[in-house]
């Protein structure tokens, strides 16, 4: 899907909106409000508050796909490779922290079939190379096998959950990339043989 510039912007404001308000506060008269122009112009780029949710989980699966295809390349170390992944993904949170309360607002796997189906292909994106990567950091004995390489996704992808709720919760205000990098040096440690 391509966004333009100025549904970028509106996407972005409706994060900001999501991060202050919470879901109930994204309507198309505080979208039109934070952005100073009509809510008309707002339905010209989106036809509900569905299609902005939508278009923003669909920027970030887009974008995450990208980082992390230039991350993992073939002839990188497993480790080196895991590093990389999860210090992209706080860089890019640390640089827009209204997009963490599009992943982990309440409310929004309620609203609707689509967007729990964005959010899970936001997630398969994540897995697509984490899955890889955790095998064949097992096949090389870089990481444990005394742990099921779907099971240590799970745990990765609970611990980083876990820390950006945390993150999101104190309203943003710790070094997101210092508490992430201790997060994964202990999931190092736990995921050696």
């Known amino acids: ?10 996407i972005s404001a409706a994060g900001k909106i999501l991060t202050e308000s ?3 506060g994204l309507t198309t008269k505080n979208l039109a409000k934070e952005m100073e122009f009509s ?9 509900s508050k569905e299609d902005i949710i939508l278009a923003l989980l669909q920027y970030l699966r887009s974008n995450m796909n990208e980082r992390l295809a230039q991350i993992c390349l073939p002839d990188t170390a497993p480790e080196l490779k895991f590093q990389a992944i999860f210090n992209s993904q706080f860089q890019f949170f640390k640089a827009n922290p209204h997009f ?7 409310g929004l796997l309620e609203e609707s079939e689509k967007i729990n189906q964005a959010i899970m292909q936001l997630m398969q994106v994540k897995m697509k190379y984490l899955m890889p990567l955790i095998m064949q950091g097992q096949q ?5 096998q005394a742990i099921t390489t779907e099971e240590l996704v799970h745990i990765i992808m609970g611990s980083f959950r876990l820390q950006m709720f945390k993150w999101r919760i104190a309203n943003f205000q710790f070094d997101i990339i210092r508490q992430g ?6 999931l190092i440690t736990l995921m050696k043989p």
């Open 100 to 106: 963490v309360v599009a992943v982990f607002s309440d």
């Open 22 to 24: 919470g879901l109930s």
């Open 1 to 10: 899907m391509e966004i333009s510039e100025r549904q970028l912007e509106i």
């Open 181 to 186: 990098k201790n997060m994964l040096e202990a």
């Open 39 to 47: 809510e008309a112009a707002i339905y010209r780029h989106f036809g």
């Open 140 to 144: 090389s004995g870089t990481f444990t």
